[in-house]
């Protein structure tokens, strides 16, 4: 990645998976990228089992060195405005991976995606869904199709459980905004 790469980078509500994003949002830090984070409503208001909305909100601020947006009127100039040169949505959950296939721009984050998609930016999405292989496989496979959108390689994370459920491996985030930054798909994109 080039220094000074600016991105925004969302979180939606599988929050669950934060304690494998973060990690990822410090090693892009670390490497020089600029991130204007961006939060779901969900993400941003919703207390739960795996820690507060202002705890995370916080975290996110001290990685990045910028304020969380999470309103409608705060993300909608990122595009029109050239601010960042790509987007990465991680966690992204199977409602947010059903709105980015049909359009819907009625959340933070599916607003700056759709704002982001104007310019041209490459929109990378890290999937983290109890329903990838169900209801949102068709959400999956329409965006895969679609150009702008790269996909983090994922995989079922519980096949013996949860044998629908999918997630990326978000180690790969980083290398998958690499190669989206000059138009690949990091492969394979289906891990083991």
Known sequence: MKDGCTIVFALTGS??????????????????VQMIP??????????????RAEDWKQKLQEITGSPVRHTLPQV?????G??????????????????LDLSIGDTPVTLAAKSLLRTGCPIVVAPSTNDGLCGSA????SLLARKNFYFVPF????????PYSLQSDFELLGDTLHSALHGRQLQPILTG
């Open 155 to 162: 995989g079922q994370d519980d096949p013996v459980h949860k």
């Open 38 to 51: 961006v939060m779901s409503f969900q993400a941003a208001e919703t207390d739960t089992r795996f820690g």
């Open 15 to 32: 929050f669950c998976t934060y304690s494998k994003v973060l990690p990822q949002m410090m090693r892009l830090a670390a490497q020089g």
């Open 76 to 80: 909608e100039p990122l595009g029109p």
């Open 82 to 99: 050239r601010q960042a040169e790509a987007m990465v949505i991680a966690p992204c959950t199977g409602a947010t991976l059903a709105k």
């Open 138 to 141: 068709m959400h999956i496979g």
